[in-house]
């Protein structure tokens, strides 16, 4: 059985792999500085949030990180689910669902209007969940560097 947990200073070593994977899946690198105040960040808790996946034996398989911010058409917050990634021997067992629930119930206690999320156009497995169980809402997604 699969169990979602807030990340804790311990999971450091089990995060990282997870975290390079998903970096390596999107042909991305992050300098190793960044990576630990993100950890560090996001273990505080405050504006960053993140859970592990653990499958059975206890093993890191997967994570969630999100935040909130305000929106101009709701006097809610809106809660962006900024990375998720389950690790390849782990996928098609229901952990990538259990982490978007984690995210909702989080976000539905925090007082959240809605959860949302981005991935590449190409990715075809996550796709499959995100069909099931959000709607695709047609934006392109545009960004520029400052």
Same mark, same amino acid.
Request: glycine share 8%; proline share 1%.
């Given at each position: 059985?699969?169990?979602?947990?807030?990340?804790?200073?311990?999971?450091?070593?089990?995060?990282?792999?997870?975290?390079?994977?998903?970096?390596?899946?999107?042909?991305?690198?992050?300098?190793?500085?960044?990576?630990?105040?993100?950890?560090?960040?996001?273990?505080?808790?405050?504006?960053?949030?993140?859970?592990?996946?653990?499958?059975?034996?206890g093993l890191a398989i997967g994570f969630v990180h999100w935040l909130t911010h305000a929106g101009t058409?709701?006097?809610?917050?809106?809660?962006?689910?900024?990375?998720?990634?389950?690790?390849?021997?782990?996928?098609?067992? +229901?952990?990538? #669902?259990? /982490?978007?629930?984690? $995210?909702?119930?989080?976000?539905?206690?925090?007082?959240? &209007?809605?959860?949302?999320?981005?991935?590449?156009?190409?990715? +075809?497995?996550? #796709?499959? /969940?995100?069909?099931? $169980?959000?709607?695709?809402?047609?934006?392109?997604?545009? &960004?520029?560097?400052?």
């Amino acid at each position: 059985m699969t169990t979602i947990a807030a990340l804790t200073s311990a999971d450091f070593d089990e995060w990282n792999p997870l975290w390079q994977g998903y970096l390596t899946f999107y042909k991305s690198e992050i300098a190793r500085d960044v990576t630990e105040a993100t950890f560090v960040r996001m273990v505080a808790d405050q504006e960053l949030h993140g859970a592990i996946a653990r499958d059975d034996q206890g093993l890191a398989i997967g994570f969630v990180h999100w935040l909130t911010h305000a929106g101009t058409w709701t006097t809610a917050t809106y809660c962006y689910l900024e990375d998720l990634f389950v690790s390849p021997h782990s996928r098609g067992g +229901g952990t990538g #669902r259990q /982490l978007i629930e984690h $995210v909702c119930a989080w976000a539905a206690a925090a007082g959240s &209007e809605k959860v949302y999320w981005l991935t590449a156009h190409d990715n +075809g497995s996550a #796709r499959h /969940l995100y069909d099931k $169980v959000a709607e695709h809402t047609g934006f392109v997604h545009y &960004e520029m560097l400052v």
